[in-house]
């Protein structure tokens, strides 16, 4: 990329001096033809100026979106509870944030030719627990999640019962290994004793191609994890 953006800037600059010389020529000989054949030069080194600066431009930019969205995810996670950014019971983003953020990092995916997997967690039997056991088990769960991810990463309460994780530049393998991490946490942690969770994953583009879809194969990987019993992890099914 580097030898082809070189050569276009050496053209670059060999179109221009001639446009120079025949405008210059033009101008002394007071020759019209000379000076549209100067014109056309100078639209030429117009066209390759533009194609080499546009992808530098274009990934610029790119980086730009991305850093602005990891300022945003930091910033959400650190303010206050209360302002309604972050759920209150699991300290995670609220599930308002999971669409809009799936929907950006999916469509930055196809852009930089990268995958982005997306984990939903349940804890089992939760739907049984009584009031203050389901938030102390969703607070638990809420915190070693914060801990297992990335900064890049996006952590969200999906609906009453499920927890996200929207993991940046990470395959199928790697949200396997990250789930794997936060179970072993979970079991590990005080808070977290006696609890077990099951966990649905799919990731883009290996198990869908836009945002609807990977939540969808997600969801169905996570019901499969929880027919097959406590503490599984389901990847889902290609096609």
């Not at 050496?10 to 002394?28: H, I």
Request: with cysteine; hydrophobic share 55%; glycine share 8%.
């Amino acid at each position: 990329m580097v030898a082809v953006s070189r050569h276009r800037f050496t053209l670059l600059v060999l179109v221009g001096v001639a446009g120079l010389a025949v405008g210059v020529v033009g101008l002394v000989a007071d020759a019209a033809v000379l000076g549209l054949a100067a014109g056309v030069l100078a639209m030429v080194a117009a066209m390759l100026g533009a194609s080499l600066v546009g992808p530098h431009t274009a990934a610029r930019a790119d980086a730009d979106l991305l850093a602005a969205e990891v300022r945003r995810l930091h910033e959400a996670r650190t303010e206050p509870a209360s302002s309604g950014a972050v759920d209150v019971t699991t300290g995670l983003l609220d599930s308002t944030l999971l669409e809009p953020l799936l929907l950006q990092r999916v469509a930055a995916a196809r852009r930089q030719l990268h995958p982005v997997s997306l984990v939903l967690v349940r804890i089992d039997g939760i739907e049984g627990f009584a009031a203050h056991d389901r938030e102390h088990a969703l607070g638990a769960l809420g915190a070693v999640l914060r801990k297992t991810l990335r900064e890049a990463d996006g952590a969200f309460r999906a609906d009453d019962v499920t927890v996200a994780a929207l993991l940046e530049n990470t395959s199928e393998a790697g949200a396997v290994w990250a789930t794997e991490r936060l179970r072993g946490l979970l079991h590990s942690s005080p808070a977290g004793e006696g609890i077990t969770v099951s966990a649905g994953v799919a990731c883009y583009p290996s198990h869908a191609l836009d945002a609807d879809e990977l939540i969808l194969r997600a969801a169905h990987a996570l019901d499969d994890a929880m027919v097959r019993g406590r503490d599984h992890v389901v990847v889902a099914q290609v096609d």
